[in-house]
């Protein structure tokens, strides 16, 4: 990973952080989503919880035996994704065109209305007012940790983890970009608890991929004292 990818990562944490101190300052519970809920009393609260957190596990076990088998080759993530059924284009100055509709680069989960009608004229998907989960990318973006993190959402996307849902992306699109002004006082409990989630499985994303770089530069780094010699033991 190169010094402007490590800036960039560090710099989504930071955000993330940002916007997740201030919900907490309005949030004291815990989420209600699809597979946990408010912990108020009673075993099924505490098993609908454990659920969540079982499908957290899975999806780093399966990311981390992806990248294994990946060898950090961003052709082998390009495939993955297509073997899953979804589309995945790689488009120059496309940025230029997602800013006009308030959209990143990378995954592009479900849209409704005239964002989901130009992302379908984008990757020929018919004309229709709600899109299907695409991957789009600017065309000199084909880096590995950048299809690494999107990958990883993906990932929690089809187990379904709470925040992928369409609610929750869009209050994270919202206040995502302007984290550090960000006014959350005015949310329902239910948007604060759905924007909690999407903000915590980003920054799972992020904290995933920055790990995978740490452990790649760690071993290189070994390696080459090692061939030098000058590995300690």
Do not use: W
């Not at 070994?222 to 010699?229: R, T």
């Amino acid at each position: 990973m190169n010094l402007f990818q490590k800036v960039l990562y560090l710099f989504l944490s930071v955000k993330e952080k940002s916007l997740r101190l201030r919900l907490d300052k309005y949030l004291k519970r815990s989420a209600v989503n699809s597979t946990s809920k408010k912990i108020i009393d009673g075993a099924s609260s505490l098993s609908l919880t454990s659920e969540t957190q079982k499908n957290l596990d899975v999806v780093r076990l399966n990311m981390t035996e992806l990248v294994k088998n990946a060898e950090f080759n961003p052709d082998f993530l390009i495939k993955h994704i297509k073997e899953k059924g979804y589309k995945i284009l790689f488009i120059k100055d496309i940025q230029k065109m997602l800013n006009l509709i308030n959209e990143e680069q990378g995954l592009i989960l479900e849209r409704k209305g005239f964002n989901a009608f130009i992302l379908n004229l984008l990757t020929n998907s018919g004309i229709k007012f709600s899109s299907k989960p695409v991957f789009i990318f600017e065309l000199s973006a084909k880096d590995f940790y950048l299809l690494l993190f999107n990958v990883y959402k993906l990932e929690g996307y089809l187990r379904k983890l709470p925040g992928y849902d369409y609610e929750s992306q869009k209050l994270f699109r919202k206040f995502y970009k302007a984290a550090e002004k960000a006014d959350v006082s005015q949310l329902t409990f239910e948007e604060l608890n759905s924007l909690k989630e999407a903000v915590a499985r980003d920054n799972e994303a992020s904290e995933f991929v920055i790990n995978i770089a740490k452990e790649r530069d760690g071993a290189k780094n070994a390696a080459l004292k090692i061939k030098d010699g000058g590995a300690e033991v």
